[in-house]
């Protein structure tokens, strides 16, 4: 079965601070996709990074950084120098690979809020 | 953006009611989905369609039923609704291209 658990259920942190949001995956697929979407206080979903999990090399995006680790099942997410619209909850998700039907069929974290203080 | 709309955008029923929820999409995309969002459960499949008539089950299916007639509207029906069934319900779809899965504004169903 697949299964995403986000630990961290709320961060609270200080504007400029970098922080990181932990997501840990299970699956027994070999082809596989990682997500990372945002959910701001006005409630919509907004897709931040696909992953395919051949492709192990993290990438940066401003001030966004995704470290994916196969080995430790681990894809974490980095804000450096937080500011307060980052404040929103983060979603994990992880889908199969295997079809394009699978590749929308997501298994989500339960969220992480982030809190981001003047 | 994916030119997703969903309706109504809220709405407050009573147990044992009928509801639908309306998906609409601009992109011609090939693949939609509705999920449910709920506190401390992210969100969740309910079903999915792989193309016009053809639907399929998800995680949490019980209770509803989905129709797609058309390539561009997903429609999501609570036969009779339940108090839990109350929740946020998104809609999705998939650009088969890049991959991207496109949300919609979601809709805030409450039950009575």
């Known amino acids: 079965a697949q299964k995403v658990t986000q630990a961290q259920t709320e961060i609270s942190v200080v504007e400029k601070e970098d922080v990181t949001l932990d997501c840990v995956y299970e699956?027994?697929?070999?082809?596989?996709?990682l997500f990372w979407y945002k959910q701001p206080p006005s409630g919509e979903l907004v897709f931040l990074i696909r992953?395919?999990?051949?492709?192990?090399q993290n990438e940066i995006s401003g001030r966004y950084s995704w470290n994916f680790q196969k080995s430790t099942s681990s894809f974490n997410f980095t804000i450096t120098a937080s500011q307060v619209v980052d404040s929103a909850v983060y979603f994990c998700a992880l889908s199969g690979g295997h079809g394009s039907s699978n590749t929308g069929k997501l298994i989500f974290g339960q969220g992480t809020t982030l809190q981001v203080k003047p | 953006d994916a030119g997703i709309t969903q309706s109504p955008r809220h709405k407050v029923t009573e147990t044992g009611t009928p509801v639908t929820l309306r998906c609409h999409q601009t992109e011609n995309h090939r693949y939609m989905y509705w999920y449910r969002q709920d506190p401390g459960h992210g969100l969740r499949l309910i079903h999915y369609s792989y193309g016009v008539k053809d639907t399929d089950k998800g995680e949490v299916s019980d209770g509803y039923s989905v129709s797609r007639s058309k390539t561009e509207d997903f429609l999501l029906t609570l036969e009779s609704a339940t108090s839990s069934q109350t929740s946020v319900y998104f809609c999705a779809t998939l650009d088969g291209n890049t991959g991207e899965l496109f949300f919609g504004e979601g809709s805030r169903l409450t039950v009575l």
């Open positions: 992953r395919n999990s051949f492709d192990e």
């Open positions: 699956t027994r697929d070999t082809t596989y996709y």
